[in-house]
C-alpha cells in the first residue's frame, strides 16, 4: 500500500489555546484566518512537490521554528494586549489601493502602473475643467458669393496654427493643378470635391481654433442664394456675425444691389437673433483698389444706412479693412508701411475685445440638432449649440418630438477630439449617443431634458414682419403658403388667420381681423405647420422663438412666436439606452405620425 507523504507544515502547526496562528504569507492588508480554512487550501510547497519528498528529516525544522514561535508570542501576549488598548491611526487608502480587495497580492510594478494611471485621470480631468473654464463664441461668415469667405476662414486656421503644414502642401498641389491658384486656402474649409471645382461653398463649413482669450468655431455659410437654407441653418448657431464684402470693382456692387447677397445676409442674421457685426472690407490689395480709403469710405458710407434699417444697433458694428489672401490684418494689424490710414485692431484682435451674453444656465437645457452621423464604432453622433442649460457626460436626456430618451457617452467639442465633462451655452458640441438611436432623429430635433420637454407644436401665434413678397403673390393673407425656418428646423406652414395689423413704430393695433396685408406692414397671425416642430415663446426663449419665412427662393418675412397651444404627449418611446439601463427596448414614435393636437388660445 502506499502512502502519500506529502506534507503540509503550516496545516499540523502548533497553535495553543486563545492565540490565532500568524499567515506566513505577507500582504498589504494582514487578517487572522482560522486553522481550519488553512487545511483546506494546500500550501505552495505541496502543490510545487506531487511526489513523495526522500528527505523527510528537513520537514521537522520548519514544525520546530513554528513551535517555538507560538512560545515567543506567549511571553510577549501581555505587552500586545497593552497596544490593543490603544486605538490605531485611521487608514487613508487611494483609489488604486482601494480597489485592491483584502489579501491580494500585487507587485511593485503594477502599483507603480496603477498610480500612474491615477495620476493621469487627475491631469485629464484638471484639463477638462480648464477647458471648460474658457468660453467658446460661434462665428459665421456671410455675404455674397465670392467675397472670400472660406478664403478667410482658412487664412484664419493657417495663421493659428491649426493646420499641418504637409496640409497646407497638399493644397497648393491640388489648387495648382486645377489652375486655381489662390484656392488653396478655401480648401481648408471646402472639403466637398464640388465645393472645389465650382469653387463655390455648398454646405456649412465647420472648424475650431483658440486665442489667449477664448475658443472660437468657425461657421463658414455658403453665398450663393441657390443655398441660403443652410446658411440660415448655420446663423442660426451663431453668436457672431462675420460680413464679408468685397472690395474689387463691380463685386460690391453686384453684391450689394437689390438681390444680392449681402443684403439678405445681413438681414437673416439678424432675424436669426445676431446682435453684433463685424464687417469686413476684403480684397483691399486688389489692383483695382489698391488699399484705396476712398473705396473703403465709400463701401462704409453705403453699407452704415442699410444696417441701421436692418434694426443693427451702431455701437455693435465694426468696420476692417483686410486681405484674405495674404493675411492682412487678419492675426496681426496693419503695417503703416501699406496702410496708413487706419490704425484700428486687426479681425482676432477685434473679436477677443468682443463682450458676449449667451444663454442662460439655469433654463432647462435646449439643444437643437443640426446634423447627426454614425461614427467608426458606430455610435450616433448628434451636432448642435448649446442654447440654454448644461449638458452633462453620462447624463440622461429626451429627443423631441420623437420622445426618445438618450444617453450621453462622451461630448467633443472641436475637430481634434477634445471632450469635456459638461457643455454650457453657446458650446457647439458633437454628442456621442450610447446605444441604438433611431433613424427618424433629424435636424431641427431639440435635445432637453426628460422632465423639462419641449412643446412640439402645430399651431402657433406670431408677430410677422412683412418684408418682401413675391410678385406672382403680393398680397399676405390666409391661405398664403411659406417654408418657415426656425432654429435648425424647416417646415411647411400657411397662414390660417390675420389677428390684427400693428403699428410699425409703437406696436399697438391699428385694425383687427384685416383680410390681407401688404409688405412693409407688421401683423400678428396664427400659423398652421404641416409637422410638429419644437418651439417656445419669444419671451421665454428667444432663440427658439424667432423665425424665418421664405417662398420662392427668397426671404418675404420673418417673426417671432407670441403664443403656443396646449399639447398632449404621446406615450414616450424608450430608446436603447433605456433597454442598456433595464428598462427594455421599444420603437419610438415617428415624429410624422405623432398623434399631436395642438391649438392656439383663440382657435379653442
Not at 60 to 88: E, G, I, L, M
Not at 370 to 384: H, P, Q
Not at 472 to 490: L, S
Request: hydrophobic share 35%; with cysteine.
Amino acid at each position: 500500500m502506499a502512502f502519500n507523504m506529502n506534507f503540509n507544515p503550516d496545516a499540523c502547526s502548533f497553535v495553543p489555546r486563545g492565540e490565532t496562528k500568524t499567515p506566513s504569507t505577507a500582504t498589504k492588508t494582514p487578517s487572522p484566518a482560522p486553522v481550519q480554512q488553512q487545511q483546506k487550501s494546500p500550501s505552495p510547497v505541496a502543490a510545487q512537490s506531487p511526489s513523495p519528498s526522500p528527505q523527510p528529516q528537513q520537514q521537522k525544522k520548519p514544525v520546530q521554528q513554528q513551535q517555538q514561535q507560538p512560545q515567543k508570542q506567549a511571553k510577549q501576549q501581555p505587552h500586545k494586549q497593552d497596544v490593543k488598548a490603544v486605538s490605531p491611526p485611521p487608514v487613508v487608502k487611494s483609489p488604486a489601493a482601494e480597489n485592491l480587495e483584502e489579501g491580494d497580492d500585487i507587485s511593485p510594478e503594477e502599483l507603480d502602473e496603477e498610480l500612474k494611471k491615477e495620476l493621469t485621470s487627475l491631469i485629464i480631468e484638471e484639463t477638462v475643467m480648464q477647458e471648460e473654464a474658457r468660453e467658446n463664441m460661434n462665428v459665421v461668415f456671410i455675404g455674397h458669393v465670392d467675397a472670400g469667405k472660406s478664403t478667410i476662414s482658412g487664412q484664419i486656421l493657417f495663421s493659428t496654427g491649426m493646420v499641418e503644414k504637409r496640409t497646407i502642401e497638399k493644397y497648393e498641389r491640388e489648387a495648382k493643378e486645377k489652375n486655381r491658384e489662390s484656392w488653396w486656402l478655401a480648401y481648408i474649409m471646402d472639403m466637398i470635391e464640388e465645393e472645389r471645382a465650382r469653387g463655390k461653398t455648398i454646405e456649412v463649413g465647420r472648424a475650431n481654433f483658440e486665442t489667449a482669450v477664448r475658443r472660437y468655431t468657425i461657421l463658414d455659410a455658403p453665398g450663393h442664394k441657390s443655398y441660403v437654407p443652410n446658411m440660415i441653418a448655420g446663423a442660426a448657431q451663431a453668436d457672431i456675425g462675420i460680413l464679408v464684402i468685397s472690395a474689387r470693382k463691380g463685386e460690391f456692387e453686384t453684391g450689394f444691389e437689390k438681390g444680392g447677397q449681402t443684403r439678405e445676409h445681413a438681414q437673416l442674421a439678424k432675424t436669426v437673433g445676431i446682435r453684433q457685426l463685424i464687417c469686413v472690407v476684403n480684397k483691399m490689395d486688389d489692383p483695382t483698389v489698391k488699399w484705396s480709403e476712398e473705396r473703403y469710405n465709400e463701401i462704409v458710407d453705403k453699407i452704415t444706412p442699410f444696417l441701421k434699417q436692418c434694426s443693427f444697433n451702431m455701437k455693435d458694428i465694426q468696420f476692417l479693412p483686410i486681405s484674405g489672401i495674404s493675411g492682412a490684418n487678419i492675426r496681426e494689424p496693419l503695417n503703416p508701411s501699406l496702410c496708413s490710414w487706419f490704425k484700428g485692431p486687426s479681425l482676432l484682435q477685434a473679436l477677443d475685445a468682443l463682450q458676449y451674453q449667451h444663454g442662460r444656465e439655469d433654463l432647462p437645457l435646449r439643444l437643437p440638432i443640426i446634423d447627426k452621423y454614425k461614427d467608426l464604432r458606430g455610435n450616433t453622433v448628434a451636432m448642435g449649440k448649446v442654447e440654454t442649460g448644461v449638458i452633462a457626460r453620462g447624463g440622461v436626456a429626451s429627443i423631441m418630438p420623437s420622445h426618445v430618451n438618450i444617453e450621453i457617452l462622451s461630448i467633443v467639442v472641436d475637430e481634434k477630439g477634445t471632450t469635456v465633462a459638461r457643455a454650457r451655452p453657446g458650446d457647439n458640441v458633437r454628442l456621442v449617443l450610447k446605444g441604438e438611436v433611431p433613424e427618424n432623429i433629424q435636424s431641427g430635433f431639440v435635445i432637453c431634458p426628460p422632465d423639462h420637454l419641449i412643446t412640439p407644436v402645430t399651431h402657433i401665434t406670431a408677430q410677422i414682419v412683412v418684408m418682401d413678397l413675391n410678385p406672382t403673390k403680393a398680397i399676405f393673407c390666409p391661405g398664403y403658403q411659406a417654408v418657415m425656418h426656425c432654429h435648425t428646423a424647416v417646415e411647411e406652414c400657411v397662414i390660417t388667420h390675420l389677428n390684427a395689423q400693428l403699428d410699425r413704430s409703437t406696436g399697438q393695433i391699428s385694425k383687427r381681423n384685416p383680410k390681407f396685408v401688404l409688405q412693409g406692414t407688421v401683423v400678428e397671425a396664427r400659423v398652421a405647420l404641416a409637422k410638429p416642430v419644437c418651439l417656445e415663446k419669444f419671451s421665454e426663449f428667444q432663440q427658439l422663438g424667432r423665425f424665418t419665412l421664405r417662398d420662392g427662393g427668397k426671404t418675404i418675412a420673418f417673426g417671432k412666436v407670441t403664443a403656443i397651444g396646449k399639447l398632449t404627449h404621446p406615450k414616450p418611446a424608450v430608446a436603447a439606452a433605456g433597454a442598456a439601463a433595464g428598462t427594455g427596448g421599444a420603437s419610438p414614435v415617428p415624429a410624422a405620425t405623432s398623434p399631436v393636437v395642438a391649438q392656439t388660445p383663440a382657435d379653442q
